[in-house]
Each structure stands twice: as C-alpha cells, then as structure tokens.
C-alpha cells in the first residue's frame, strides 16, 4: 500500500515540476 | 582559540585558493570540449555513451528541454534507487542479511540522495546493504554532483552566450562532468583516503570480545552483560571519496566523518574539508574564464572567502568558550586538553577542526559532519544553520553554490542600478523584469518552504514535537535546522530529533524535493533569458562586477536578504538558547 502512495507522490511531485517548467515560461513577456 | 588552531584554518584556505586555479581551468576545457589530458581514455567511452543512448552530443537545448531532461534524468535515478532499497534482502551483497527498506523511509533516502541532500533517517550500517550503498546511494552521489556541475555551468552559458535561445545539452554536460572531473579525483581521493586507513573491503560485520565488559540496563529495568561489540566493515573509501567532492555528505556510517573508519586522522581531516570546497572553489575561475572576465570570478570567490571567514571565526569563537554553567571544571585550553566545549567532538580533531568542518560543510551543501552539531554551544551551532539558510552560496554545494551565487549576483546588480536610476547591467546583458521575477521566485521559495514546514511542524504536538528530545528554544532550532537542512539540500542533522518517523519522512522529502527543484527551474529560466540577450557596451554608468565594491555590495546583499528572512526565527531558536544559558538555564 505504502508503494502505492510512493509512485503516486513520484508522480505528483515530477508532474508538478513539469508543470512549474511551464508556467515560467509562459511568465516571460507577462507583466505581473 | 589558539594560533596553532588560526594556522590550521589558515593552510586550509590556502590550499583551497591554490587549487582553485587549476581546477577550474580543467573544468573549463571539460565544458567547452577542449582537449584534456583523459581524452584518449575517456573519449571512447563518452562516444560509446552516447552512441547507446541515441544522443546527438552536437544537439543543443533551450531551457526548458535542459530543464525537462534534468528532470527526467532525475526521476529515472529516484525510481531506481527506491526500487534497490526495497528489494535489497533479494540482492546480493547483504552479508548481514537485512530487510527491504520500510516504504516511507526509502522514499525520504531516494529523493535524499537524488537531490544531493543525503539526509539520512536511519542508521547506515544496521539499515542498508553493500550493493544499496553502493548501486542506490554511491551513484547518486556522482549522478547528482554532476547534475548540479551541469546547471551551474548551463548558467554561466547563458551568462556568456549572445543572442543564442540555447545554453548547452544536459546529457552532454552530465556525462562530461561524471566522466572528466567525477570519477578520476575521486578515484585518486580514495587511495589517499586508504593511505590514511579509511576501510574498503566487502566482508561481514567483525564481532570482537570487549576488553571490559559493559553491563547496562534497559528501558524495561532489565541490566546485561555486553562481552561482544560488532564491528561495522565495508566498502567506505570509494563512497566517501566523492561523498566529500561531490558535496554530498551521506555517511557510509551513521557517525559520519566522526566515525574512524571514515575519518581516521588530522590529514584525512584536512583532506576531507579541502575536497568539500575544491570544486566549488574552482567554479569560480571557471565562471571568470568562460564569461571571459577572469576578474569577476575571483570577486565572486572573494565574497565566498569573506562569508566563509565570518562563520568560522564566530563558531570557533563560540566553541572555545565551555558551557558557562559548568563550574569546577578546568576547561582552559593546556597541552593535555582542546579546552572550550569538547562535547560531541572528536579528541583528534579538536575544537579548531570540529568547528571548521561545522561552517565548510554548511557554506557547501555537503552535510558530512566529524562533530554533533546539536553539542555546540547556542552559538556555535547557528553559525551551521545560517551558512544553510544563507542559501549555501557560500563555496556552496557542487554547481548549486554557484548558481545560488550568481541568483544573488543579478539581485546585487539590480539594486545597484535602482541605486543610481539606471537600467542594471551585468556583463554588459541588461537585467529586465523577468530576470527580477525569476530571482525573487528563487529566493523567495526557499524560505517559504523552511518556514513553513517548520511551523506546520512545531504546531503538531502528536507529529512534530512528538519526536523531540530537546524542547524549549533547542527543541524549535532542531526542527528548523532539520527542515533548513533538506530544503537547502545540504543534508547534516543537528541531531536530538527521531525524524524516521512517517510525518518526518515524507515532510522532510518534500522539503527536499521543492528545495531542489523549485528552485532550479527560475534559475534556468533566468539563464535561457540572459542567453537570448544583446551585449550592451559598457559606459560610465556601468557597474563594474570585478572589483572590491562589488564584492562589498554582493556579500551585503546576501547578509541583508538573510537576516531579514531568518532573523525573527533565529532570535526564538539559538539567541533566546544563549541568553538563558547565560541566565543559567540549559534545554
């Protein structure tokens, strides 16, 4: 069970830092 | 403190400097694929690489495929190191026959050691086997030194390049900077490791009879009689060699550079804290050489050398100073006696030894420690904490210390130009809003993430404070040096806490986990920016990045932006520990 949440929380935590990738590079050019 | 002590710190920075020189020339040729004495032996080797691996070694990366392929690399190795722990009583090379990993535990050491943090939750010797030493966390500690020598060096491209949208291929730069600069120091630092009787063998634990037997009582009343002890073996020297050059710091044993089998003389000492800042220090030139101004890189190393200094001077201070409560006890400093606080150090390294290893390992993310930081007197043991949360620039952790530096140095530059009411420049790239924005997000996440944890943690009695052995003002600097330490990736524990516990475990690897990461991806972003930037020729409202003001203004920036995060929480933590231990009172 407790293998289960690892790749779970592998996932989350890669597919977050993808996500973090992209939305600093969607932010060049935007003025906050 | 003693002149013998200041002579000693003062041949180890010496050294450092001297070395500093030659080894960032060779990082140079390394990066910019010049010719380099390894090349007809490593040069096969890297194209065979390759070759396996469908790599176009000439194809170059914007950053966010540098960013992506970081990431991938990162999570294959995660996986990997996860999966060999928990299978590890299937493996060979367990000769003491020990179980798999517990789940949460291996999830807490995988991201540790890809993250170059190396916390560890557990006892090394009576948790790990040979092959995860060796095939889980040995390899992450060139993997993940290399992945920093990588994006530091991605950075200083994009610093360097113009009008260019790319800054380099990781797996190049990866595979370069394992290869070329990884593996043959190390390879000669375990030898000289060896020399100095540092163990490197594959044998079962040695059982031996006490000389004088140990009769001891247990939690349950009960008294024994100890006439063996188990002598822990293997294969250290090759994982300590890079532990150290790698500024990973993950000791084979749970006592760390402590443990004589790890750390057994005054030499290996001193060679084990030059390995620490050898690449780092190098870096710099590095920096200088391939932005073209040799300048800027030692302006750069002299902040660094400032910083350094601060800290040692204040822990070796604090530590010559013994516990003022103590009373009839001569702890003056003799020929027979180190004198001052002795407590959790090692009497062949000394006061001068044990504290200079405290501040080399915290400016440097490395985490290695040959003294127990949660003995130092209040003082003594926030200078390791604020080298952490000064961002570990300070020489810093292979790659990550330079790259945190030069995010600092955009920060000093920008408020160099806000100063005079120009546009800031930094080698002639100018520093607009997303540069700002992506080096505020940078700084800003690293003491949202330490901050935060540390007060979810402090406010959970049954989770965080359940695992204290210390409370009071000692009790919140052990929870914040914890979560310091894995969010700045540095990985040395002040000790005094149980963090194997679930909370801890999966806190302290998220910690981890944001604090490499999250702050990697601006940097890049910063980088991939300045690379795509026109040089503008340097004029009179230019502000020089090579000379002794700049280096005022850059460990200004670094002290202010510090104090002002940390201040608040340091003054509850080890201040209000000082002054009541002045107010005789101890935690």
New interface residues.
């Given amino acids: 069970m407790?293998?289960v949440?690892?790749a779970i929380?592998?996932g989350l935590?890669?597919g977050l830092?993808?996500i973090?990738?992209?939305g600093?590079?969607r932010?060049?050019?935007t003025?906050? | 403190m003693t002149l013998n002590g200041w002579l000693q710190i003062a041949l180890f920075i010496a050294t450092v400097l001297l070395l500093a020189k030659p080894m960032g020339s060779y990082m140079t040729a390394v990066f910019e694929r010049r010719k380099t004495f390894f090349d007809p032996m490593l040069g096969p080797i890297e194209r065979l690489l390759y070759r396996i691996s469908g790599i176009n070694a000439d194809e170059e990366m914007r950053?966010?495929q540098y960013?992506?392929a970081m990431?991938v690399f990162?999570?294959a190795t995660?996986?990997l190191t996860?999966v060999v722990e928990?299978l590890q009583a299937f493996l060979p090379w367990n000769p003491q026959h020990l179980p798999g990993v517990?789940?949460?535990l291996?999830?807490n050491t995988a991201i540790s050691f890809t993250t170059n943090t190396n916390w560890q939750a557990y006892s090394p010797e009576s948790t790990m086997s040979y092959l995860t030493q060796m095939l889980g966390l040995a390899t992450h500690n060139f993997w993940s030194a290399a992945v920093g020598l990588a994006l530091a060096i991605a950075f200083v491209r994009g610093i360097a390049r113009r009008e260019m949208k790319t800054i380099g291929n990781f797996w190049v730069d990866l595979t370069r900077g394992t290869l070329w600069i990884l593996l043959p120091i190390s390879i000669l630092f375990s030898f000289a490791l060896v020399s100095q009787g540092v163990v490197q063998n594959m044998r079962p634990y040695d059982t031996v009879k006490l000389v004088e037997p140990q009769t001891i009582t247990g939690s349950d009343g009960k008294t024994s009689t100890m006439t063996t002890q188990t002598i822990a073996q293997g294969p250290v020297a090759s994982q300590e060699a890079i532990k150290m050059l790698g500024t990973n710091g993950g000791g084979f044993f749970n006592a760390n550079s402590a443990h004589p089998f790890e750390n057994p003389t005054p030499l290996s000492n001193f060679l084990q804290m030059v390995a620490i800042f050898l690449l780092p220090a190098g870096l710099c030139v590095t920096l200088g050489q391939m932005v073209k101004s040799p300048k800027h890189g030692w302006a750069v190393l002299a902040a660094m050398v400032v910083l350094w200094l601060a800290g040692t001077f204040t822990a070796y201070w604090a530590e010559s100073h013994a516990n003022p409560l103590l009373h009839n006890v001569d702890a003056k400093v003799s020929q027979v006696q180190s004198g001052g606080n002795m407590e959790g150090k090692e009497v062949r390294f000394g006061i001068a030894n044990s504290a200079l290893f405290a501040v080399v390992t915290t400016d440097a993310s490395c985490g290695a420690v040959n003294a127990m930081h949660d003995s130092f007197t209040p003082l003594g043991g926030m200078v390791p904490m604020v080298n952490i949360l000064l961002g570990e620039v300070v020489f810093g952790g292979v790659g990550a210390g330079l790259y945190g530096m030069l995010v600092f140095v955009v920060m000093a530059v920008f408020i160099a130009g806000l100063m005079v009411g120009r546009t800031p420049e930094y080698l002639g790239k100018k520093i607009e809003?997303?540069d700002v924005?992506?080096a505020m997000?940078y700084l800003l996440i690293f003491p949202l993430l330490i901050l935060g944890f540390t007060s979810v943690a402090v406010l959970m009695p049954h989770l965080g404070l359940a695992s204290l052995t210390n409370h009071g003002p000692h009790g919140l600097s052990e929870i914040l040096y914890a979560y310091t330490s894995a969010t700045g990736n540095n990985g040395s524990a002040f000790a005094g806490l149980n963090a194997n516990t679930h909370w801890y475990n999966?806190s302290l690897?998220?910690a981890m986990?944001f604090g490499r990461?999250?702050m990697i991806?601006?940097m890049l972003?910063i980088a991939g920016?300045l690379a795509s930037k026109k040089i503008v020729p340097a004029s009179a409202g230019t502000f020089p990045v090579t000379t002794p003001l700049f280096t005022v203004l850059l460990t200004g920036v670094i002290l202010i932006v510090g104090a002002l995060t940390f201040f608040p929480v340091l003054s509850l933590g080890p201040v209000l520990e000082h002054l009541l231990m002045q107010a005789g009172q101890l935690f």
């Fill in positions: 407790l293998d949440i690892a929380a592998f935590l890669f830092a993808a973090y990738i992209h600093c590079d932010l060049k050019g003025r906050l | 950053w966010t960013a992506v990431l990162s999570a995660l996986v996860y928990r517990e789940s949460s291996a999830l809003s997303f924005q992506m997000l999966y690897g998220a986990f990461f999250m991806v601006p972003a920016n």
